[in-house]
Every structure is written in structure tokens, then in C-alpha cells.
């Protein structure tokens, strides 16, 4: 049973590109957590997404960011315009129901350049 | 809004030593909490979780935490540290729906990073 699989590991965006992190959660969860771990802090909620729908966003900055679960595949965390502020690990989590603690993934670590 | 305090940046024991790391967190009802472990360059593995019941929770890998209202606090203990144990550690804290029921939205400390010596 593959744990919660994200890709790329490491990904190397120059300003201005976009970057997409994929998210595949464990079989049997349908719901999705991401988390924004800046260097030296801990981890910061951004988004939570069950199949087709975001549930809640509220830690998504504004502008330039943007996450789905489509109905199939993996679950996307988009980044449009990358800035070096971005520059982060990104993780992923997935839970079969709410509430009950998640499985994350190993992130995958955003250099902007 | 809940927040949680891990006072402790840093921590330094021997190998075999006993290990309390710190947590406090703000939260309005009765919380659902955590202790995650990360190893550098990895993700994060859940050592425990105490969502009700009894307050004494048992963990993975020897670890357990005590939840105690009165004090807000959720600490992490392990009676005797393996050199393996060195790490970062976060201390979490869930959300609840309105309506009372946790979706499941975490808000982590800062983190403790465990030192071993041998």
C-alpha cells in the first residue's frame, strides 16, 4: 500500500514560471491537505480538497495559487508567476474522513531562481 | 483562532536520557492534537494523537503525551532517547467545523529540533 506520493521532489522554477506539485493520496482517501513549510518555520495549512470540490482555501495566498482534485488522478497545487518567496517545501497530506490525523507525503521542495 | 506554542527552538540530550518536549496550544473547545516527527528532507510521520478519552496517549516508537486541560498543554515524553530519536518534532492542533465536527485542518508549532548526543 504506496503511502502518499507527491512529484517532483525537487523542482527548480526561474521567476516569472509556473511551478505544479502533484499530489496522489493514499488508495482509499479522498481527502487532500496542503501545507507550506518555509525555511526555519513550521508548517502553514493552504488548502483542503475532497474530489472536485475545495472545501476550505483560506490559508491559499490570494493571488497566484491555486489548487483542484479533479475526479481522477492526483490533486495539483498550482503556482503561477513564481517569485523567490516562494522558494519552500511543499506537502501534501490525505485522510480517508475528517478528523481522524493524515498520512503526508514527502514533499516536494520549490527552489525559485 | 487555535495557535499552538512549542517554547523549546532546540533541545540537546544524551542517549539514554529521558526527553519532555513542550507544547501549549489556544483553542476554544476540546482540541483533537498531535505529535509529528520530520527526519531532514523528509515528511512528516505521526507518532501520536489524542482526539478524547484518556489523557495518557501511547505512541509510536516509545513515545507518549499527556493531555492536560487546565494547563493547555499537550507534551511529549519518552523515558529513555535512542540516537535514531534525533529529529524535528511538531506539536498540532485540529480544527472543528461549525457544527462540531473536525474536518480535519491542522495548525502547527513552530517545531523542536531534538539533538542526540551519544
Known amino acids: 500500500n504506496a503511502g502518499v506520493m507527491q512529484n517532483p521532489r525537487h523542482l527548480v522554477r526561474r521567476r516569472g514560471q509556473e511551478a505544479r506539485l502533484r499530489c496522489s493520496p493514499m488508495?482509499?482517501?479522498?481527502?487532500v491537505y496542503w501545507y507550506r513549510q518555509l525555511p526555519e518555520e513550521g508548517l502553514k495549512f493552504m488548502v483542503y480538497?475532497?474530489?472536485?470540490?475545495?472545501?476550505?482555501e483560506s490559508g491559499m495566498p490570494k493571488e497566484r495559487f491555486s489548487a483542484e482534485f479533479p475526479k481522477e488522478g492526483p490533486s495539483i497545487l498550482r503556482i503561477q508567476q513564481v517569485v523567490r518567496g516562494d522558494s519552500a517545501a511543499y506537502f501534501c497530506?490525505?485522510?480517508?474522513?475528517?478528523?481522524?490525523?493524515?498520512?503526508f507525503g514527502s514533499g516536494t521542495r520549490l527552489t525559485v531562481v | 483562532a487555535q495557535s499552538v506554542t512549542q517554547p523549546d527552538i532546540h533541545i540537546t540530550v544524551s542517549e539514554g536520557a529521558s526527553l519532555e518536549l513542550r507544547c501549549n496550544y489556544s483553542?476554544?473547545?476540546?482540541?483533537?492534537l498531535f505529535w509529528y516527527v520530520q527526519s531532514p528532507g523528509q515528511g512528516l510521520q505521526l507518532l501520536l494523537k489524542?482526539?478524547?478519552?484518556?489523557?495518557l496517549v501511547q505512541g509510536i516508537k516509545g513515545f507518549e503525551a499527556e493531555f492536560k486541560r487546565s494547563q493547555s498543554s499537550f507534551n511529549l515524553r519518552k523515558p529513555s532517547v535512542h540516537w535514531s530519536d534525533a529529529a524535528e518534532y511538531f506539536c498540532?492542533?485540529?480544527?472543528?467545523?461549525?457544527?462540531?465536527?473536525?474536518?480535519?485542518?491542522?495548525?502547527f508549532g513552530q517545531g523542536t529540533i531534538l539533538t542526540v548526543h551519544p
Open positions: 480538497l475532497q474530489k472536485e470540490n475545495i472545501i476550505d
Open positions: 498540532a492542533v485540529g480544527a472543528y467545523r461549525p457544527g462540531g465536527t473536525s474536518y480535519g485542518k491542522l495548525t
Open positions: 497530506a490525505s485522510s480517508p474522513e475528517t478528523g481522524q490525523g493524515y498520512t
Open positions: 489524542y482526539f478524547s478519552g484518556d489523557t
Open positions: 483553542y476554544g473547545a476540546t482540541p483533537y
Open positions: 488508495k482509499g482517501h479522498s481527502h
